[in-house]
């Protein structure tokens, strides 16, 4: 069965520190892979999304990046991060069946101070 | 307009009652709608989808589609407290199967 990893759990970061969250899906191969933020008390937001390795698409403007080195890894990054970063931010991967239907990591909560 | 709109709630239902959770949505030519419940500090979970007109049963779950309407309902039937969540509306678009996200409804079942 598929499994997807998201680490770390949680993550207390200064602003201006740098950032790296990754994720891994086991179980499936060529999967897309999504990045969603929920800020507190707000709905899901897709930030990047990944049909292949190397292949990246953004859906919003915004100081975070994202990468896809291998098949099953995404990784989300910043180089500074900024207050208005924090969130929980989720992993998540669909199957490429006719239903497309997507299923979430754990997600990491992000605290930047 | 928003792509996505729920009723925020939140929605209280006592223990037992239906639970009825509404979403419409802007774009018309979306094919492919999704329910998920998140409970509070964890990640959404997959409950149903549905891409044909009509309803779609699943246990306690029923899931209603009408896109002349714009419309795709969630209902709960035999509501426990452990119903008690966020549900989350989401509609597939893009090449990618992109989801756009509702802002949720608030559901608590009250024992």
């Known amino acids: 069965s598929q499994t997807i990893h998201q680490w770390p759990a949680t993550l207390v970061q200064p602003v201006g520190s740098p950032l790296s969250l990754e994720c891994t899906v086991e179980?499936?191969?060529?999967?897309?892979l999504y990045w969603y933020r929920q800020a507190a008390g707000r709905g899901l937001q897709l930030l990047f999304y990944s049909v292949g390795i190397g292949q990246i698409s953004s859906e919003v403007p915004q100081n975070l990046s994202a990468s896809r080195p291998q098949d099953r890894q995404f990784i989300l990054s910043s180089k500074k991060l900024l207050l208005s970063d924090s969130g929980f931010y989720l992993c998540?991967?669909?199957?490429?069946?006719?239903?497309?239907?997507?299923?979430f990591g754990p997600g990491t909560r992000l605290t930047v101070t | 307009q928003k792509e996505v709109e729920q009723n925020s709630g939140p929605l209280s239902v006592p223990e037992g009652a239906i639970a009825s959770l509404n979403c419409t949505y802007s774009d018309r030519g979306s094919q492919s709608f999704f329910w998920y419940r998140q409970y509070s500090g964890k990640s959404p979970e997959l409950i149903m989808f549905i891409y044909s007109n009509g309803d779609k049963e699943d246990g306690r779950f029923t899931a209603q589609l009408n896109k002349a309407s714009q419309y795709v309902s969630l209902l709960i039937r035999d509501s426990q407290p452990s119903d008690s969540a966020t549900y989350l509306c989401a509609v597939m678009r893009g090449s990618a199967r992109q989801l756009t996200f509702g802002s949720g409804t608030q559901l608590t079942v009250l024992p």
């Open positions: 998540a991967w669909s199957v490429t069946s006719l239903s497309y239907e997507q299923y």
């Open positions: 179980g499936t191969s060529n999967p897309n």
